[in-house]
């Protein structure tokens, strides 16, 4: 981890607004969820989400946020999935849930946008705790193409995530993460199953 954050952090100057807030482990089939979370990062961010549960391993979110730009406030929008192709659930076979996905993120800007299209792949342990709940560590190593039309660039940056997800109550999720991507910072985020 020591060798890789230098090459991460210097692989560019503009990451996610929306940090990961996702384990590898799915939604399920027909679950919704609905989200909100605070970057406290090289650029701020507030953002919320609605999630869905497309099949018993496969997942979306789109997502809305506000960025602080220096003097303004601007748009981020977004969208991600991920398919879980390992799960602890289905017995000893597998050490840790797993998921591979893809995400967009459009940022606006003062002077133009950021176009971000990238694949993630997310693990994640979930530990019963003894009073109830579960407490899962999570992180996501993701590849994506940065475009910004400011200046007609695109170059391919790498991102790193770590943090972990609380399961409070069976409706509600807390998370703490940490991003290296360009956007460095910590993140916290609060889900709710609402379907």
Do not use: H
């Not at 952090?9 to 996702?22: I, K, L, N, Q």
């Not at 991600?80 to 192709?85: E, I, L, N, S, T």
């Not at 299209?117 to 996501?140: D, N």
């Not at 807390?174 to 985020?189: A, K, P, R, S, T």
Request: with cysteine; proline share 3%; glycine share 16%.
């Amino acid at each position: 981890l020591a060798a890789i954050c230098p090459v991460l952090t210097s692989a560019g100057d503009f990451g996610s607004v929306f940090g990961t807030m996702s384990t590898a482990q799915s939604f399920g089939q027909g679950r919704g969820t609905l989200g909100i979370s605070a970057g406290i990062a090289d650029n701020n961010s507030i953002a919320g989400w609605f999630g869905f549960g497309m099949s018993k391993y496969v997942d979306g979110r789109i997502k809305l946020g506000l960025w602080d730009a220096g003097p303004s406030t601007l748009l981020a929008l977004g969208a991600d999935f991920k398919w879980q192709f390992w799960s602890m659930a289905e017995g000893a076979r597998y050490p840790i849930d797993m998921a591979v996905g893809g995400f967009i993120e459009y940022e606006d800007m003062d002077r133009g946008s950021v176009l971000q299209i990238g694949s993630q792949l997310v693990g994640s342990y979930p530990i019963k705790l003894y009073q109830g709940g579960t407490l899962s560590p999570y992180g996501r190593l993701n590849v994506r193409l940065v475009s910004t039309s400011a200046d007609s660039n695109s170059d391919i940056k790498f991102g790193l995530n770590g943090g972990v997800a609380w399961d409070f109550t069976r409706l509600m999720r807390l998370y703490g993460e940490f991003q290296l991507d360009g956007n460095d910072g910590v993140f916290f985020g609060i889900e709710f199953g609402v379907m």
